[in-house]
């Protein structure tokens, strides 16, 4: 098998240490040397590690992504000019019976040295920052929506039914309920006059709802979960402005992206940390649709296609997508909504998520690449394309009726 790299290393790393193999291929009758050695996961290692791969002048260094372990190490070396490719654990599995860290680090310089490994995608610095920052938003953001769900639970738990009356409970309304429930009020009638704008006319079930065993024990409980969901607003407050900040040098590429049917700023956000805003990263718009994993799976043997599930994507992309996929799914007037109905009645809700997020991300890299504006069809564009087969579906939904239909060309 050719050699690509004649001296690569291997790195297998681990929390405390990461096992290095550094192989130097034989030249006619040499023999290959594999030589592994132990360093420690902190940072004055990992610079002497750094000296010793230049020392040994290795062209070419493969780590296995470990959950955040690898990001010491990688972040170190690859400014030290040697190609570092930072490789998934599925695509590198050992084989079987041999599953040792040495043998690992072994394995990893033999793939690496062959060129049979591919390095995942790993932004540079300001993008890495601004993913630090989006996926702490939704990590907060959904903690503040736990804490809700909590005080659901405590309401419930007291008897007080305020959710089944106002969808917000934490509305301006609902806020001043609880505030005055916490502060020692128990009057269902006065409680529900606190109602504002539209939930005035529901206060006959406000006051129904509000009569409960509402104690001194809850007031504490609710006064703690509200304390946690203050400061998770806050935070989320932050983190925005912070992002905002961050987001200069691709604002118009958000702006851009914005003009998606059901792709908002905070969408638009996940979007640019986590593609990084270079679709010339990606040769083509199918190849971000499956980094994104968002395309079928192939997986045929023997001529027959034994599975088409879509393969593992980015989490933070795909929530963030498929977020908006349901919002275009509400919208009828688009092309978009039209086509998540479409594929709904054949394949199901959930196929036709995916398939929105897919041409999501195509019309995002054609975007990205070209400059161009979105443009959408509407909702009416596959009966334009195909206006015999919308004629012919509605006559046989009529005559499913009952309805005999005749049919006359307007001039």
């Not at 638009?268 to 994993?293: C, K, N, Q, Y």
């Not at 594929?343 to 690449?369: C, D």
Request: charged fraction near 25%.
């Amino acid at each position: 098998m050719e050699i690509v790299h004649t001296r690569c290393a291997g790195v297998d790393i681990s929390k405390r240490d990461a096992k290095v193999c550094v192989r130097v291929a034989g030249a006619g009758r040499r023999k290959t040397v594999e030589t592994v050695t132990t360093w420690g996961s902190m940072t004055g290692q990992i610079l002497a590690l750094r000296e010793h791969l230049v020392a040994q002048q290795v062209s070419c260094v493969v780590l296995e992504a470990t959950s955040d372990y690898w990001k010491p190490f990688y972040y170190l070396l690859e400014d030290a000019g040697f190609e570092v490719l930072l490789v998934n654990a599925r695509h590198v599995k050992n084989l079987p019976g041999r599953k040792t860290d040495v043998s690992d680090a072994t394995w990893l310089a033999q793939l690496g040295a062959h060129g049979l490994v591919r390095g995942s995608f790993v932004p540079p610095e300001p993008i890495r920052q601004l993913r630090d920052l989006t996926r702490a938003r939704t990590a907060v953001t959904r903690e503040r929506s736990r804490e809700v769900q909590r005080m659901e639970k405590l309401l419930e738990d007291a008897g007080i039914k305020l959710s089944s009356v106002a969808s917000d409970i934490l509305g301006v309304s609902g806020r001043g309920m609880l505030e005055a429930l916490i502060a020692g009020q128990r009057d269902p009638a006065v409680l529900a006059e606190l109602a504002k704008r539209r939930l005035r006319s529901k206060i006959p079930a406000l006051t129904e709802a509000l009569s409960g065993r509402f104690t001194d024990h809850h007031a504490f409980l609710a006064r703690v979960h509200l304390n946690l969901i203050d400061q998770h607003t806050t935070a989320i407050a932050e983190l925005t402005e912070r992002i905002e900040v961050m987001m200069e040098p691709f604002r118009r590429f958000r702006e851009l992206i914005c003009d998606i049917p059901g792709i908002g700023p905070i969408t638009a956000d996940v979007i640019v940390a986590e593609t990084g805003a270079d679709m010339t990263r990606f040769p083509t718009a199918g190849h971000l649709a499956s980094w994104a994993g968002t395309c079928p799976g192939s997986n045929e043997s023997a001529g027959r296609v034994k599975s088409t599930r879509t393969r593992p994507g980015n989490p933070y992309l795909q929530g963030a997508l498929g977020a908006a996929a349901m919002a275009c799914a509400q919208n009828p007037g688009t092309y978009l909504g039209a086509r998540y109905r479409r594929i709904t009645s054949r394949r199901g809700p959930q196929k036709a998520n995916v398939a929105i997020q897919h041409s999501m991300l195509t019309a995002i890299w054609h975007m990205g690449t070209t400059g161009t504006p979105y443009h959408d069809p509407g909702g009416d564009y596959f009966n334009r394309l195909h206006p015999d087969r919308s004629k012919t579906r509605a006559i046989h939904q009529l005559q499913a009726l009952g309805y005999h239909v005749t049919l006359d060309h307007l001039t």
